[in-house]
């Protein structure tokens, strides 16, 4: 007696890597054509790889503060944190190389310039007063370009493993139900109540109390912030993973595969989460630009967040170049008003388009995952 | 269901996610500096306490011999770390902590924070009766926002039936300009341009108070004193009903108020300067609601009573005014509570930029070096309450128009 052949069993064996693809790569394909057809989407996703563009080549660049730095080091002179600007009065001695000359009657502003694009170690985008009183600058050109690093690694660390966790909880409480999922669901109920950005900002007030005043140690305030940001951002993944997830354990196929006998964290990894992970991309890409726009309305609250304000991070630069706009009142008492507006417009550019570029891609994506709406 | 069933059991679930934030604020609260909590559960100092604030007695001061070689304790915090049960297990904290939040006993002002920095009537004072003092602003500009919401909420059904075309991507571009702007940036913008656009420093002289000036004048939640006809000089130059110049008498309410005295000029004008914050607010946080409101009026423009009322040869108006739209406004209700959470938490950046005194101004300064922690969590708590109170009335709503709600 023979056994018959199995007949999901090709010729050649196992399926290849391929042929188990196939329906995936044909629903990727999919999209992508609806996807491609989306202007707005299509545009969305450009500015997303000119900024990936940007923070790669910040990887590699090193900065104008970065030469200060060695300058200060090779001749025994005292340098401010970086990236700040080295400026000095009109009329006086130059401290070191690839310092400014302000005005003397406006110190605190460097307004860019069409000749700066040209020059060696230039200031392009202008400089923006940190601290009035201490006269510190940074060099927004190089705040944004290491800014690029910095927001995008800290809002997909966030938005990362928040959605890893609030996946698996999400998940665990669809699949398994009961008091699992009732408990899961109200602890979600009692987070997703309190509004999130005043959640983050109580959140991070506390934690910051928690580290000792002294030291500049960024790490640590980093994965602070990162924490602080992971206690209010799981719940909503875990409440819209859940949705998800109903519908999905209603379906044929993990009716069949419990048939087959899989278990549960069978079914739940390799049958569940995989179905229910379209909705948390979007949501994901909809969260990384927000990320740097609550970073910023802290330090505009001012929580001071990093242990000196100095950490080019884009919401931190938008929020600095906001607050301190008393230098730009102060100067308009004088007869000739300078309008700081490079300090607005190069940092809240950097945010905005960053934020609106993955809002257009995730409602993009929406649309072309979503049958309903496609007609 | 019956509707007060399901009103009563919302009720109750409301009075468990109350608690759950009360123990969210506790863990949080547990967390914080015993300092912190001390200065903000003992309120002011009783007269001639040696020491102040601090938890120990700095050695040449009051009972603390002055050759002592360490700090001495202070017998007040003494009393306050039993009392808050800080030598007890956490259950009983927690226990405490509890009776306080529900018996209404939300500390006190801490008087070296930066909040009673900025207002010292309210140095020392109970949280919550400061908390009182600025809600009504605050009230007053959501219900400004909340009108602002619902008259932009027509823009979405308007970009369904524009599907596609130009109208509907400049919503759509409109929509997520607002959730990509920073409210902070876009509030300092706009005050910038309004100040740019009809002069700049203070404009309630300029126009010769009283007078009051046109719409966007300067803002903040008061005109200077030098406005008011009879000014009290106990008061700071404010009549007496403006307490301090920003606690108005006797409701709370700017508007309400100035109108009861006779200022109906003032009175309009509050509202007109609350406009500009809360078009920010709402437009910072109504692009999920736009995008909603599109979609379910696409998915309900594909069904076949629509398709049904077309055929019958309704007018396009009437299709979609009577049929689409009032269906796809039963599903709008499920997100409008989230969009009110979005702009009320805008509310601290927007107060602060524009001067308002609402709870999000207080929160603001709360947060600021020395941290207030009582107003931190108090103003926390009572935005989270609000947003419950808000979601639960927008529940009820959509239970009452979608009976399949209550009933499923």
């Known amino acids: 007696m023979s056994t018959p052949p199995d007949v999901y069993e090709s010729s050649t064996g196992a399926p290849s890597f391929r042929q188990r693809m196939a329906p995936r790569i044909a629903q990727t394909k999919r999209t992508w054509y609806f996807l491609r057809r989306n202007g707005l989407a299509m545009a969305g996703l450009i500015i997303l790889i000119l900024i990936a563009a940007v923070a790669v080549y910040a990887l590699t660049t090193p900065l104008s503060y970065e030469y200060m730095t060695e300058y200060c080091a090779t001749n025994g002179a005292s340098c401010p944190f970086p990236p700040s600007v080295c400026t000095y009065p009109q009329g006086t001695v130059p401290p070191g190389p690839g310092c400014y000359e302000t005005p003397a009657n406006f110190p605190s502003v460097i307004a860019p310039t069409w000749a700066s694009f040209t020059q060696p170690g230039p200031l392009p985008l202008g400089s923006l007063t940190v601290d009035p009183p201490i006269q510190y600058f940074y060099n927004t050109y190089d ?35 009961g008091v699992v999922d009732e408990g899961l669901m109200r602890l979600v109920d009692i987070f997703l109540s309190i509004p999130q950005l005043l959640f983050v900002i109580v959140v991070v007030t506390v934690l910051i109390t928690l580290l000792p005043s002294s030291g500049t140690d960024f790490a640590s305030h980093i994965y602070l912030l990162i924490g602080g940001f992971l206690v209010t951002w799981w719940p909503f993944y875990a409440r819209l993973v859940r949705g998800q997830v109903l519908v999905v354990r209603e379906q044929k196929y993990v009716e069949a595969a419990r048939a087959s006998g899989a278990g549960r964290g069978r079914i739940i990894l390799r049958h569940i989460v995989p179905n229910s992970v379209y909705p948390v991309f979007i949501q994901m890409s909809l969260d990384v630009g927000t990320i740097p726009i609550i970073i910023g309305t802290i330090v505009f609250l001012g929580i001071r967040i990093f242990p000196s304000t100095y950490l080019p991070e884009w919401g931190t630069i938008a929020a600095l170049s906001v607050a301190d706009l008393s230098a730009f009142w102060d100067s308009c008492q004088i007869a000739t008003c300078v309008i700081p507006w490079w300090q607005l417009l190069f940092p809240g550019l950097a945010l905005f388009l960053f934020a609106i570029s993955v809002n257009f891609l995730a409602d993009g994506l929406r649309d072309a995952l979503d049958p309903r709406l496609r007609r | ?47 001639g306490t040696p020491g102040g604030y601090s938890p120990y007695l700095i050695p040449g001061e009051g009972v603390c011999p002055a050759n002592a070689t360490s700090d001495c304790p202070n017998p007040f915090y003494q009393y306050a770390i039993h009392r808050l049960g800080l030598d007890s297990p956490v259950y009983v904290q927690w226990g405490i902590w509890m009776y306080d939040s529900f018996t209404l006993k939300w500390g006190y002002v801490a008087n070296h924070s930066e909040a009673a920095a900025a207002f010292p009537p309210a140095d020392g004072k109970p949280v919550l009766t400061v908390l009182g003092w600025f809600l009504p602003y605050s009230l007053e500009l959501g219900v400004v926002a909340l009108l602002v919401l619902f008259l932009s909420i027509p823009l979405g059904m308007y970009a369904a039936q524009m599907r596609n075309r130009p109208v509907d991507q400049g919503i759509r571009v409109l929509s997520f300009s607002g959730l990509a702007f920073p409210d902070f940036l876009l509030g300092t913008i ?31 939640s008061w005109p200077p004193p030098g406005c008011f006809p009879n000014p009290s000089a106990a008061n700071d130059g404010y009549p007496a009903w403006l307490i301090g110049g920003y606690l108005s008498t006797p409701t709370g309410f700017p508007t309400i108020d100035a109108a009861i005295h006779g200022d109906y000029v003032l009175s309009l004008d509050t509202i007109f300067r609350m406009l500009l914050p809360a078009i920010i607010v709402v437009y910072d946080s109504i692009g999920f609601l736009l995008r909603f409101v599109r979609n379910s009026m696409l998915e309900v423009m594909n069904l076949d009573f629509v398709r049904t009322a077309r055929a019958n040869g309704l007018p396009e108006k009437v299709v979609i005014k009577r049929h689409a739209g009032r269906n796809s406004w039963n599903v709008t209700l499920t997100v409008l509570g989230l969009t ?18 609402g709870v999000g101004y207080i929160l603001a300064v709360s947060v600021a070096q020395p941290i207030d922690f009582g107003l931190t969590f108090g103003s926390t708590i009572l935005f989270t309450i609000i947003i419950v109170v808000a979601n639960l009335v927008v529940d009820v709503m959509y239970a009452w128009l979608d009976p399949r709600v209550r009933l499923g």
């Open chain 1, 143 to 177: 705040g944004l370009l290491r800014g690029s690093d910095w927001s995008l690694l800290i809002s997909l660390t966030i938005v990362g493993a928040g959605a890893t966790i609030g996946l698996f909880l999400g998940a665990v409480s669809g699949y398994m139900g």
């Open chain 2, 1 to 47: 269901m019956k509707m007060w069933a399901y009103i009563v059991r919302r009720l109750l679930l409301m009075v468990v996610i109350i608690i759950g934030v009360m123990t969210v604020t506790f863990a949080l609260v547990s967390a914080i500096p015993i300092q912190d909590r001390l200065a903000s559960y003992l309120g002011p100092p009783p007269k």
């Open chain 2, 190 to 220: 706009l005050l910038l341009g309004v100040l740019l656009l009809f002069g700049a420093a203070n404009h309630w002289q300029s126009y010769g108070c009283p007078g009051y000036g046109t719409l966007f004048d300067v803002y903040g």
């Open chain 2, 340 to 357: 009110i959470a979005g702009f009320w938490a805008g509310f601290p950046v927007i107060e602060t930029i524009f001067g308002l005194h």
